[in-house]
């Protein structure tokens, strides 16, 4: 009944940025957090950066101050802003939110956007 759409991948050059977004709809009682995992070909997922609904954050250390997470808790949308980007960061981004629905928390995936850095 919740679900989650992603936007903002895409191919960038070394060095350069781009802003991810993740919303949520449905049935919303309220926010516990979002997040952002990344996976690339032949890796395990891993945490990028969480947000709470309090506004608390955490960041995985290779994000190195070049990412930022932020909650627009007014849409429901969370999102990452990725500066600096590198080829490593190359991977498919999927963003993760726990949701209160009915007094019940539910964890749901979004679909996967692709993030490409190469010259």
């Known amino acids: 009944q919740v679900q989650l759409e992603e936007s903002g991948g895409g191919l960038v050059q070394p060095g350069g940025s781009l802003r991810l977004s993740c919303a949520a709809s449905?049935?919303?009682?309220?926010?516990?957090?979002m997040g952002w995992y990344r996976q690339a070909p032949g890796k395990q997922r891993e945490l990028v950066a969480t947000?709470?609904?309090?506004?608390?954050?955490n960041y995985a250390a290779f994000v190195k101050g070049r990412f930022t997470i932020s909650m627009d808790n007014a849409k429901n949308t969370v999102y990452l802003e990725m500066n600096n980007l590198k080829p490593e960061d190359t991977a498919v981004y999927y963003c993760r939110a726990d949701i209160y629905t009915h007094y019940q928390l539910e964890g749901i995936w979004g679909q996967g956007t692709q993030v490409t850095v190469s010259s």
């Open positions: 449905g049935s919303i009682f309220s926010i516990n957090n």
């Open positions: 947000v709470t609904g309090t506004g608390n954050t």
